[in-house]
């Protein structure tokens, strides 16, 4: 995997070295998460975050501001699937109180989807929203990604079954 680079964000390969940071931004944004992504707030629950991101079957991304260097968020592609006729995978994204609001998060979505259709060489890329969350529902919009009505699915998250509705983007409907 490779740095990305936007015009006021990086992407880069989660490591051990976030560990500290990212554990630390997650407990000051547990309200922020309410049940909608699980961000790992321990050290040892960072170590399983990180351990799943094998560069096959899932890739995890640390945001971070070019300005700064301050960590912003993550982005994820989980459950990737290169066996099949439509190859595939499921995005996942979160960002931290300390810098909400300013759309660092969206542009890491924008970054990863060329990245996950030209590097991986998906054809298409999920994201599963829960009804209520408008500020995710406008990240994958603004991305490109349209609902897909007829299918919503329960997740877990952070122990709980939650509602959610796929959201999808394919080459050719707005992918690369």
């Known amino acids: 995997m490779r740095l990305l680079v936007g015009a006021r964000i990086s992407l880069r390969p989660v490591a051990a070295e976030d560990g500290e940071e990212f554990v630390a931004l997650a407990r000051d944004s547990v309200s922020m998460h309410r049940g909608l992504i699980f961000a790992p707030t321990e050290a040892a629950e960072f170590g399983e975050y990180l351990a799943k991101f094998d560069g ?54 924008r970054l990863a989807v060329p990245y996950a259709f030209e590097e991986l060489g998906l054809t298409r890329l999920d994201a599963y929203i829960q009804p209520a969350n408008a500020p995710s529902r406008r990240v994958v919009e603004d991305a490109g990604f349209r609902p ?29």
């Open 56 to 109: 096959v079957n899932a890739v995890g991304f640390v945001v971070r501001v070019n300005a700064t260097r301050q960590l912003a968020g993550l982005v994820n592609i989980n459950q990737i699937e290169r066996e099949v006729p439509d190859p595939r995978g499921s995005l996942g994204y979160g960002g931290f109180a300390a810098t909400s609001g300013h759309g660092y998060v969206a542009e890491a979505v």
């Open 148 to 176: 897909v009505a007829s299918d919503r699915q329960i997740i877990r998250v952070s122990g709980e079954s939650r509602e959610h509705e796929r959201w999808t983007l394919t080459i050719g409907n707005g992918g690369s």
